[in-house]
Every structure is written in structure tokens, then in C-alpha cells.
T-cell receptor, first 113, second 112 residues
């Protein structure tokens, strides 16, 4: 059974640009959550998608957005990149909402220069 | 919202010794208590979890104990090995539909 796949693994972007990250959950899983991981703030929740609808949102500015497709794959977008957006972005897949066993991808390392 | 703390923040043990990491949380509605292990360059991996109707769970060298009254749960690793070196996170979950709130992490180093 394939795990959670995140692409790309690494990205380097310039301030002011925008970026799109992709996450393919485990087959059959319907909920996808996104987290930002930084040395200073740790793992912080960005948002959760289930059945193509955003169900929960963390405390991040509107520059951070996402969507989910009918096959449960999800993308997140960050517009007008800032240096502080440099982080590891992790996607977690669960079978159902509030599903307890969450499986994480390897993450996308975003560097903003 | 949920406030989660972990102690210690770093832990060094000799290979073969035991390690214990404690997680305290604030939301008394929490009913699911997982521990995640994150190795360098990888995403967090679920290693053990426990639900509120159970006090202890064991899986080979790893165990988790829960004290709901005091609002803390602990990860126990026995006979530690160098491959146990990683950062460990707790992430208590309250109600259905809520997101995980991760602790700040504990860096475990197992010295050969």
C-alpha cells in the first residue's frame, strides 16, 4: 500500500513569488491536513480538507490556501512569499475526519530567498 | 485551545538504557494520545497510541502510559538502540473533527 506522497521534495523560491505544493493521500483516505514545521514554531496546523471542503483552518494569513480534488489529492498554495515562509510543509492523511491514525508524507522543504 | 508541553526537550541515554518522555496537555476532552517519531529528513511516523479508556499499551520495546486525571501521558522506550535517535512528538486529540496539536518535541540521542 503506497504511503502519502508529497511533491516536490524541495523548492527554492524568491520573495514575492507564489508556490503550489501537492499531496496524494493513502488510497481510500479522504481527509488531508497540512502542517508547517519550523525550528522556532514546531509543527503548526494549517488546514484540513475532507470531501473537497475545508473543514478546519489554523491561524495563518490568507496568503495560505488549499484545495482538495475529487480523488482526495490536495494542493496548498502560498502567494506573495515571505522569508518567514521557509519551512518544511507536511501533509497528513487519515481515513476519516478526526480520524485518529494520521500518516505523514516526507514533506516539501520550501526555501524562500 | 489545547496547550501541550513535553519534558525533557532533549534526552541523551546510553545504548541499552531506558528513556521516558512526558507529555502534559490542557484539554480534558482529549481522548486520543499518539506519539510520533521524526527522523532527519522524514515526516513524523506514528509509533504508538492509546485511547482514554486504556491506562497502558505496550508494543515490544515501546510503551505508552496515560494518566487522564493528571492530564499527562508518557512514552517509554526500553533497551534503547542507536536507531531510536530521533525527535519524538506527542499530539493529544480532543474531539472528532479537531486537528492535532503537537508538542514541541523531544530530541532523543542514544549513544553507542
Amino acid at each position: 500500500k503506497a504511503g502519502v506522497t508529497q511533491t516536490p521534495r524541495y523548492l527554492i523560491k524568491t520573495r514575492g513569488q507564489q508556490v503550489t505544493l501537492s499531496c496524494s493521500p493513502i488510497s481510500g483516505h479522504r481527509s488531508v491536513s497540512w502542517y508547517q514545521q519550523t525550528p522556532g514554531q514546531g509543527l503548526q496546523f494549517l488546514f484540513e480538507y475532507f470531501s473537497e471542503t475545508q473543514r478546519n483552518k489554523g491561524n495563518f494569513p490568507g496568503r495560505f490556501s488549499g484545495r482538495q480534488f475529487s480523488n482526495s489529492r490536495s494542493e496548498m498554495n502560498v502567494s506573495t512569499l515571505e522569508l518567514g515562509d521557509s519551512a518544511l510543509y507536511l501533509c497528513a492523511s487519515t481515513y476519516d475526519r478526526g480520524g485518529t491514525e494520521a500518516f505523514f508524507g516526507q514533506g516539501t522543504r520550501l526555501t524562500v530567498v | 485551545g489545547e496547550n501541550v508541553e513535553q519534558h525533557p526537550s532533549t534526552l541523551s541515554v546510553q545504548e541499552g538504557d531506558s528513556a521516558v518522555i512526558k507529555c502534559t496537555y490542557s484539554d480534558s476532552a482529549s481522548n486520543y494520545f499518539p506519539w510520533y517519531k521524526q527522523e532527519l529528513g522524514k515526516g513524523p511516523q506514528l509509533i504508538i497510541d492509546i485511547r482514554s479508556n486504556v491506562g497502558e499499551k505496550k508494543d515490544q520495546r515501546i510503551a505508552v502510559t496515560l494518566n487522564k486525571t493528571a492530564k499527562h501521558f508518557s512514552l517509554h522506550i526500553t533497551e534503547t538502540q542507536p536507531e531510536d535517535s530521533a525527535v519524538y512528538f506527542c499530539a493529544p486529540l480532543a474531539n472528532y473533527g479537531q486537528n492535532f496539536v503537537f508538542g514541541p518535541g523531544t530530541r532523543l540521542s542514544v549513544l553507542p
